[in-house]
């Protein structure tokens, strides 16, 4: 299925916890996280004049600075999970950019995007995206 409507904030959730042969099992896999994503090629699908069906407004760009505007979004926030399947401790990062806050119980602490990007890797378990400024929502 396609997107028919972009939502302001995108929550993405890894799937880090399956149940299978009679327990609850954790993913380990290291994934890619991106600062910035965009989901237009998920959308409603668009004739070659970016128009969607008969009577429909369009999704393409209004002008030719917007080209790949359509759903551009930005990361500003994620869970961690570290531990196993049965037990854990969960974190949060917050930011904007390279000025990110790694939350830790009552502990508030700064850091870059590459530390935060290091430790997604292994630990994401929900990701949080803002619609980007002068994208295109539908």
Do not use: I
Not at 12 to 24: A, D, E, I, M, P
Request: proline content about 4%; aromatic content about 10%; overall charge neutral.
């Amino acid at each position: 299925p396609r997107l028919s409507k972009l939502p302001e904030v995108l929550v993405v959730h890894v799937k880090r916890l399956t149940y299978g042969g009679g327990k609850l099992q954790k993913n380990y896999a290291k994934y890619a996280v991106e600062p910035r994503v965009e989901v237009g090629d998920y959308c409603s699908a668009r004739d070659e004049a970016g128009a969607r069906d008969e009577g429909e407004e369009s999704l393409g760009p209004k002008t030719p600075d917007q080209a790949g505007a359509v759903g551009a979004y930005s990361l500003y926030g994620a869970v961690s999970h570290f531990g196993g399947a049965s037990s854990g401790h969960y974190v949060a990062h917050v930011g904007k950019g390279d000025r990110w806050n790694l939350f830790n119980d009552s502990v508030v602490t700064s850091c870059s995007w590459v530390e935060v990007e290091k430790s997604l890797r292994d630990t994401s378990f929900m990701l949080f995206y803002r619609q980007s400024k002068g994208s295109l929502s539908m």
